[in-house]
């Protein structure tokens, strides 16, 4: 009898072994996989040879010379200023509106509420891209002289901001309503409640907020390339829109491995910024998706 | 939800009665605030907020008569007979004096709608500012007849961080979107009932009015077009669907596996996934792109192409051949996405509740049917609206093809308008709406064609989801 369980608990350990083995190699497998990528890009933007393509994964010659180039002899350091500063300026800009929106529709009665809601649901199902003939014909009247500058692409970042109120307004309904209550039983108006009791306590969200609307900017192509497109001074460009134009046929063989050095510069801070608000990130998008 | 029509159309009697019973009724003051605005207002001590409507009164009858109200006629002027938006073509006209050819700019047809759209919307905000400023007039008429005195203009000014803070917060983002979103909107939607293309480009030409023609060409009429769209939407749809679907189980079974108790380092191994994330996509696309570009040489072609070819012999005809690109781009795709669908599936397997696992072990259930029957159902269950809104976020997934792909291979015979095999509905009207290819009136169809599918998949799901009805309550 005691030998039995002996047995039993010995073949359970034994496969637990082997399931933690095979989870193991299958897990390290996959990361390989996921990050194969990431280390070409990483080793070609220190490859000496020239040209577009190479046979070997590894470089034969090691240099620094692509980051050298890249600073001192291209527009990437005006590009990468360009969209620090758009991305800084949106961010504010879109933080600010989606707070204020999803607050209000969160917390507030009011009648033309729901009628709004619905509204800018069916604004959201349009393709986003869609409006941007238009667009540039408004921000042509708008701004007639630099309707193709940064301010442009600021206002097509952040002008529709409300529309995408739907997360934080997700996070503003479980906040318990009774704050809101007792601050104004104490006397406290409607802004006052906003600013000094829910805010501080939506340190999550707003973070969320500012990480997306920061991180934007950084991503975007469609709508840059649409904005800048046909304009003659190439420092204009944000990072994407002037990297994409490094890998186009007649560039590639000269910019490849430049582009891969810009692309480590521009990639290494959005991802340690992201890494280290991780969290928020997660619980952003879980708490989007499980309220669908 | 929408009201039904009888209480609808007894709410405007209601309405009207007030407004036209509220004129005859009212005094001098009230009467004369339905002519000029803020009259009541200032005639009863509320200067500064009479003032204020006085304002948007004027400024709105100059906007007419200087700017709107020419653009609005030239709105209207084709608009119902199917005629041209705008009457004046840009023509040549000889100079006696001079004796040459002076260029004489005629209408902008796409000013015109774009100006008639805002000047519609700024006639609709108007009519809802009178209406409330004659309302507040004939209140303020009873208020000091019930030996009450009105409100002052800093308790207004007061309000708006309090009772009325709400408006102070909407109006700026209210504002934004109004002006780069609403207006814009509303000029393309109506773009895709002109033949505005690049035959008829602005300001050179003037376009006109076609009512439902795009639309009869892209579902039938044009058999060229209607296959390019039908094939296109074809590609749209599977891409969706396999997008959508291998990124969702590919991430939930990979959070799965991390969330294996016999599972050491679970930190370092998300790190590593979550790494493609935090990428920004067009690098990581982009390069992904040149590792598998398909040359006319193998030492012409990216690294993995050239890898393929060394180990197994096979060409890799990534952007030449059609299947095997469409594989691909799914492929990179679960590398891009299905991190993110780990990040969300692992917080959500988190919550299901450990006795249903534990039952279902004293049932004697394996893991491959406690996946099936406990995990799975769960997570369907939660994340139903969520597969949706991926599944909307696919069919307008620009950057995955077009960084990928660009839409190559192109094949003239099966697809025109500049459209290729791998592109999507939202890539090709990004073509449509630019380059050697542009064609907006397309474009527009297109886009509400999109418009369309997305919400009837949204409608199928919302109106099953009582979180959205009872929103409410639900908080």
Redesign the interface.
Known sequence: MAKDTVTIRGGMKARRTANAVTTHTVLTLLGLIWLIPLLYLVVQSFRGEPGAWSSTFFPKVWTLDNYRRLFFETQFPRWYLNTLFVAVISCIITTLFVLAVSYVFSRVRFRARRPMMNIMLVLGMFPGFMSMTAVYFLLKILLPNSFQSLASLIIVYSAGAALSYYVAKGFFDTVPKGLDEAARIDGATASEVFWHIILPLSKSIVIYTILISFIAPWCDYIFVSFIMSGVSDTGLYTVSLGMYKWLEREQIQQYFTTFCAAAVVVAVPITALFMWLQRYYVEGITGGAVKG | MPMDLGSFFKRLGRKCGDFFGGFARGDLATKGSYLVMGFGHIRRGQAARGLMYLLVEIAFIAYLALFGGQYLGKFFYGFFTGGSVGTVETHDFWNDATGVYEKIPGDNS??II?YGVLTICIIVFFAIIYLSSVRESRELERTVLAGKKPQGFRQDL?DL???K??L???A???L??F???????L??IL?AFTNYDASTEVPQHLFRWVGFANFGDILGGNAAMSGTFLRVLGWTLVWAFFATFTNYFGGMI?AL??N?K???HKKL?R??????????????L???S??L?Y?DSL?????IV?MVSRIFGAELKFGVGITVTRVCIILVNM?IGV??SM??CS??LMNIPAELYESSRIDGAGPVATFFYITLPYMLF?????L??QF?GNI?N??VI??LSGGAPGDLLRYTDGAKSTDL??TW??KL???VDRN?KL??VI??L??LI??TM?LL?YNK?S??QKEDE??
């Open positions: 796409f000013k774009l007061r961080g309090d009772k803070f709400h102070t917060m909407l700026l983002p209210m934004g979107l002006l780069f979103t609403v207006v814009p909107l000029t393309m773009i990979l596996l991390i294996q016999v599972v050491k191994f790190t590593i996934f979550v790494a493609t994330i935090a990428v920004p996509q067009f690098v990581s982009l390069i992904m040149k590792m570009t040359g030492e012409m072609s990216g690294i050239q590398w991190p993110y990040l969300i917080g959500i939660v994340t139903g609206p969520y949706i809104t909307i307008n620009f950057n077009y960084l509905l939202i009207l990004y709406s630019l380059g907006y474009a527009s886009g509400i999109v418009f997305s919400a949204s799901v989801s979180a959205v639900f908080q």
